[in-house]
């Protein structure tokens, strides 16, 4: 198949970057299996957890090839992906059927984890929060750190506890 034989696998070890703020975004990739973060660091030097990736995901620094990337991408557990050069499947688009489709559905499931994201942090209760949450992340619960869950949901370690236990009640 053509969309195989332009990318290779690479194991990421719990703990090590895919891919590093600022350095060029030249590689894209697809979790085989693990789960992968991206958070920036804000001027204070605090982490914020924008993204999760897990099995299935697509993993890129930003939208465009051969820019600097936009955030860390970190495994949160010993990670498979399948990697290929980002310009190299970009020059694809619109020309493979199959390279197009898997870009849009990509870009289109990161698009809408982003605004519902944005609308869960300026508008829910940290309650709402978490249950949205277990929703578009089914099984990351037992497999990420609750203070990175914590932080990407925009709330303290012992706000998510008090959701987590609120939730338990119901």
């Not at 789960?35 to 995901?57: C, K, P, Q, S, W």
């Not at 399948?82 to 289109?108: D, R």
């Not at 277990?134 to 990420?144: D, F, G, Q, S, T």
């Amino acid at each position: 198949m053509f969309v195989e034989s332009l990318h290779h696998e690479e194991i990421i070890k719990k703990g090590d970057l895919f891919l590093r703020y600022g350095q060029k975004n030249w590689k894209i990739g697809k979790v085989v299996s693990g789960v992968l973060r991206g958070y920036a660091i804000d001027e204070m030097g605090n982490e914020m957890t924008t993204h999760f990736y897990r099995e299935g995901d697509m993993v890129f620094g930003n939208y465009i090839p051969d820019v600097a990337c936009s955030m860390n991408i970190e495994a949160i557990e010993e990670s498979i992906i399948t990697t290929a050069i980002f310009s190299e499947i970009m020059s694809h688009v619109n020309k493979n059927e199959e390279i197009t489709k898997i870009m849009n559905t990509s870009f289109h499931k990161l698009n809408t984890q982003l605004q519902s994201r944005l609308i869960a942090l300026s508008n829910l209760k940290s309650i709402e929060k978490y249950t949205l949450f277990l929703k578009e992340y089914p099984n990351l619960l037992n497999r990420v750190p609750h203070y990175h869950i914590a932080n990407f949901l925009g709330i303290t370690p012992t706000q998510l506890s008090r959701a987590r236990k609120e939730f338990a009640e119901k």
